[in-house]
């Protein structure tokens, strides 16, 4: 299994419940998705530093399904909207034990 993890920060004037909205769209357009995990950030900073706004953590089946769905045309729509709303983004991509 393939875990895809998506972070990012909300860019100034632009709302974070926005955000959540839009990359929730996803997961119900596009069927290579074998799980899906969507969250904004709760709390406060601390030591640890300045926190992500939030996370999006899925699921697929093979690299080519990630790869399927990352090039997918609504993909790339909600891509293209999602920028600007956007100061800082991050992905990591790996494998995990089905």
Same mark, same amino acid.
């Given at each position: 299994m393939i875990r895809?993890?998506f972070?990012w920060?909300?860019?100034d004037?632009? *709302?974070?419940?926005a !955000?959540? =909205?839009?990359?929730?769209?996803?997961s119900t %357009?596009l069927?290579?998705?074998?799980?899906?995990?969507?969250g904004?950030?709760?709390?406060?900073?601390?030591?640890n530093?300045?926190?992500? *706004?939030?996370?999006? !953590?899925s =699921?697929?089946r093979?690299?080519?399904d990630l %790869?399927r769905?990352?090039?997918?045309?609504?993909?790339?729509?909600v891509v293209e909207?999602?920028l600007?709303?956007?100061?800082g983004r991050?992905?990591?991509?790996?494998?995990? =034990?089905?």
């Open positions: 895809h993890v972070l920060q909300a860019a004037g632009h *709302d974070n419940d !955000i959540v =909205d839009l990359l929730n769209q996803l %357009e069927d290579v998705i074998d799980s899906w995990s969507l904004a950030h709760v709390g406060e900073p601390n030591e530093g300045d926190p992500w *706004d939030g996370a999006l !953590i =699921d697929f093979s690299w080519e %790869e769905y990352s090039t997918a045309p609504f993909h790339m729509e909207k999602l600007p709303m956007v100061r991050a992905v990591v991509d790996f494998e995990v =034990d089905a």
